[in-house]
């Protein structure tokens, strides 16, 4: 019999994208799939490839008889019931950050790391954060070549990896300055924000999103430094297998609504050169290389919205660390940030039961 596939949080913000996903999809693996959210939007139709499927309450008994279950909802959500769905018999695929870092859940990016697929005694395959995996494929072809060393990587984060209302916040906001000349004097922005009855403390962000940047994306850990931050180094070093990879990041959020773009600083063991590391982009099917700056051709986050490979340009042979190379990498937070590599953990999973 063909598998069957359940989707935690299908009306979700993730879970639209997914199901986006699953109806351009060429291949279809599938049997029967399942949609279920929280039981205040049970009971809504959704159409997957042209079939009306109701969405059902999580309960336990929906993972009867399911043999792969994506979850994209909360971390509490998750770490509740991706177990449940594992006893039932299911893989569970979590998109939550409930069980990255747990030595018996594999944190998988296709293209990188797919052989830890099998290595699931828990049941559960992790998804990286969106941050991470907007970087992963580029890195993992670099490193499979060069043997990554240190990775230093500022973050110009999407409104959209903080959710619905950090995205509302900023249509608000970009409203309230629309048509003003602002930007001249300290404290406009928040002058004009206040006059619109935007108030500081309603916001998802510790400071104005519009016309501004803020290095702060996340909750605090400690010592200065947000999750945001500390996933990047925790998930680089799991995805790649390098333990000691010596790391540090400095997320950002902009006012961009989705896809993020990390300003990399990748170091490796040997000398490596542009021309080198363009070859092996080049050849990394879900890398887009854009990157003819003289020519100013390198990629945009406008550029990148909806795609999903992830796209790479302004590559640079940095002028003082001969093993360094500079680049920009921008993916869409909510495909391959999020769903799509989601999906095609399910696609492989499908695949092995397939035999
Ligand atoms: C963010 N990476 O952009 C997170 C979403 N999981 O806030």
Redesign the pocket.
């Known amino acids: 019999r063909k598998p069957v596939l359940a989707l935690v949080g299908a009306t979700g913000a993730v879970g639209g994208v997914m199901i986006d996903i699953m109806n351009a999809r060429r291949d279809w693996p599938w049997g029967e799939v399942r949609l279920v959210a929280s039981p205040r939007s049970a009971g809504r139709k959704m159409t997957v490839r042209g079939e009306e499927i109701t969405v059902r309450a999580l309960a336990p008994e929906v993972f009867d008889g399911v043999d792969i279950a994506m979850f994209d909802v909360p971390d509490e959500v998750s770490a509740e019931w991706a177990p449940v769905a594992a006893a039932r018999g299911a893989v569970a695929v979590d998109n939550s950050g409930a069980f990255r870092m747990d030595p018996d859940v594999p944190l998988v990016v296709p293209e990188v790391n797919p052989e830890q697929i099998a290595n699931r005694p828990r049941g559960i395959i992790a998804n990286p954060?969106?941050?991470t995996l907007s970087m992963m494929a580029a890195l993992g072809a670099l490193h499979r070549e060069h043997g990554l060393r240190e990775l230093v990587v500022a973050s110009y984060?999407?409104v959209s990896?903080?959710g619905q209302a950090a995205i509302d916040r900023l249509y608000a906001e970009l409203v309230a300055v629309a048509g003003k000349q602002v930007g001249t004097r300290a404290g406009d922005v928040r002058e004009l924000l206040a006059a619109a009855g935007l108030s500081a403390e309603d916001s998802p962000f510790p400071a104005p999103i519009a016309l501004n940047v803020v290095p702060w994306?996340?909750s605090a850990k400690g010592d200065g430094w947000t999750s945001?931050e500390l996933k990047v180094r925790n998930e680089s070093r799991k995805i790649l297998g390098i333990p000691d990879l010596k790391v540090s990041a400095t997320c950002v959020r902009v006012p961009v609504v989705t896809t993020?773009a990390l300003a990399v600083h990748a170091t490796f063991e040997r000398p490596v050169t542009v021309a080198g590391a363009r070859e092996i982009l080049e050849a990394q099917p879900t890398v887009v290389l854009v990157d003819d700056a003289d020519g100013g051709a390198f990629p945009t986050p406008a550029d990148v919205v909806g795609e999903d490979p992830t796209y790479v340009g302004r590559i640079r042979q940095a002028l003082d660390f001969p093993n360094t190379l500079d680049f920009f990498v921008c993916g869409d937070?909510l495909r391959k940030g999020a769903a799509l590599n989601t999906y095609e953990i399910a696609e492989k999973l499908a695949a092995e039961l397939a035999g």
């Open positions: 954060n969106c941050t984060q999407a990896g903080a994306a996340g945001e993020h937070n």
